[in-house]
């Protein structure tokens, strides 16, 4: 007799079995539901030394945290003279609202709540006789300890980063904002994960329809797991088919925190160190957490001259390109005879030379993102010194070629965001393409496209370009691009729907 196949469940778009556990709770269904899985732990325990009446300890080792257990569930089952005195109605009682050290103790009734309190970390008491359990949380509290941000250095500012534990990173919020406006709300995301998923806001700042439609968005997402940064962007954001990111993250929770005093409703997952900052606007792309921690003339330069190296990363391979290509007198005299005179020997096309530097810088920095630091910068010395040089004297490219791409790559790392500098190399090859069919017009088209398709972005109701206009609805601010005296900040950042615009005297 062959074996049973299992009943396929793929007749719906993506079945749902609820309750997951329709058996009835019990020790023995319990065991069931963890067969074969090693972590699985018994224990039962003579209530104060009596044999006659006992309570079975299950939980999973590793989830839970050995030390709570023993000296605040099993040393006071074993050892409670009282325990061994009341009746067999009233135990349960007794350890639910005293007899046992522990903050919190949970009765359940279904299989379906005990699984997942056992998952989360907790430890269940069944006894003899009873049809419901007890929970009581005890969970480990291993996890990486709370370092400085790699991603976001910290020159002038607090040196601690949000780390994988989300209660770790809502306590960081809580210590940088003593406020009791300060809500978190939870949503369970995952169906097999069961991710936490916090969203934090300001009560009475940020924008009511906002926090609602993060919370509506989050509970409608319907997926087995939740394991990268990925499945919680794709399923908040109002446009897929963008390179251009729309929810900033960061890793630093006074910077967070400012997100938050500016209006902006938080996002928080547990296994992720990061946290989103809605509504995404273009202007946080280019913000860093120490723009308020220098001078504001120093701040604003340097705003400046980010929003320059935007604009030099995405243009000047096809601005380079154009020129050459099809209007060579606009270049000056000297400079053009030096061009004319490094191409002669190069057997190539300006474009194909300009499209194959751009492929091999992106493959060089692919490569030292993916190895081991110290065989990456090895990896990024030997391609940016010697295949660079040896192209050059091999002429399969140009000097001139070779210094545009340079420029217009490190150009590209003054980016604060590392997403929003990938959407401009995108860009940037179209433009590079644009530039080889038309010169300065397919340019200046590709510009007028790219303009048009960041003016068409929305995020929550907020123009990705609400910076730059009163689109939202709401007057702006101040200036974004310069930096104005803190003093002299006396309204919220940007144009956004916030409860109250005003932030300071």
């Not at 030390?67 to 006071?76: A, F, G, I």
């Not at 809580?174 to 936490?196: D, F, W, Y």
């Not at 547990?270 to 913000?287: C, E, H, S, V, Y």
Request: contains cysteine; neutral net charge.
């Amino acid at each position: 007799m062959g074996l049973l196949k299992p009943e396929r469940t793929d007749s719906a778009p993506h079945p749902r079995k609820e309750p997951r556990f329709p058996e009835p709770l019990s020790r023995e269904n319990l065991k069931k539901v963890f067969a074969g899985c090693a972590d699985y732990m018994e224990r039962r325990v003579y209530l104060h030394g009596d044999a006659g009446r006992t309570v079975t300890v299950c939980y999973l080792l590793g989830m839970t945290r050995n030390e709570r257990l023993s000296d605040y569930v099993l040393r006071p089952l074993a050892q409670d003279p009282a325990l061994s005195r009341v009746a067999e109605e009233e135990l349960f009682s007794l350890l639910q609202y005293g007899a046992l050290y522990n903050l919190a103790a949970n009765r359940r009734t279904t299989l379906d709540e005990v699984v997942n309190d056992l998952i989360l970390g907790s430890c269940a008491l069944f006894f003899p006789g009873q049809k419901d359990a007890l929970t009581l949380p005890v969970p480990t509290e291993e996890k990486r300890s709370v370092g400085e941000p790699e991603n976001e250095p910290a020159l002038k500012g607090v040196r601690e980063s949000f780390v994988e534990s989300i209660r770790t990173n809502t306590a960081m919020v809580r210590r940088h904002l003593k406020a009791p406006e300060l809500k978190i709300r939870e949503h369970i995301v995952g169906r097999r994960s069961r991710t936490m998923v916090d969203v934090l806001y300001l009560d009475g700042i940020a924008d009511p329809a906002t926090v609602e439609r993060v919370g509506r968005r989050l509970d409608d997402v319907d997926i087995d797991g939740v394991e990268a940064a990925g499945n919680i962007e794709e399923y908040l954001v109002d446009h897929l088919n963008t390179p251009f990111p729309t929810m900033p993250y960061t890793q630093r929770p006074d910077r967070f925190c400012q997100a938050l005093l500016e209006g902006r409703v938080g996002v928080m997952a547990d296994g992720l160190p990061f946290a989103w900052m809605l509504p995404g606007t273009i202007d946080q792309f280019f913000k860093t957490g120490q723009d308020r921690a220098f001078h504001w003339m120093t701040a604003s330069a340097l705003n400046v001259i980010r929003w320059l190296c935007a604009l030099a990363t995405i243009l000047i391979p096809g601005l380079y390109i154009a020129l050459v290509t099809f209007h060579p007198e606009a270049i000056p005299v000297k400079l053009a005879l030096s061009i004319v005179a490094a191409k002669q020997e190069v057997p190539f096309s300006t474009v194909f030379e300009v499209l194959i530097m751009l492929l091999a810088f992106e493959v060089l920095q692919e490569a030292g993102l993916r190895l081991p630091s110290p065989i990456g910068a090895t990896v990024s010395i030997l391609g940016g010194l010697v295949v660079g040089n040896a192209a050059v004297e091999a002429h399969i490219v140009s000097p001139a070629v070779l210094i545009a791409v340079a420029i217009a790559g490190v150009a590209g790392y003054a980016m604060p965001s590392q997403d929003f500098a990938a959407a401009l190399r995108l860009w940037r090859f179209l433009l590079a393409i644009l530039a080889s069919a038309a010169g300065l017009f397919g340019l200046a088209a590709g510009c007028a496209a790219l303009i048009y398709h960041l003016a068409s972005l929305e995020t929550f109701g907020v123009p990705y370009l609400a910076p730059f206009t009163n689109g939202a609805g709401e007057p702006r601010g101040h200036p974004n691009l310069l930096r104005p005296p803190l003093p002299r900040m006396k309204w919220r950042d940007g144009a956004r729907h916030t409860l109250n615009r005003r932030n300071q005297r």
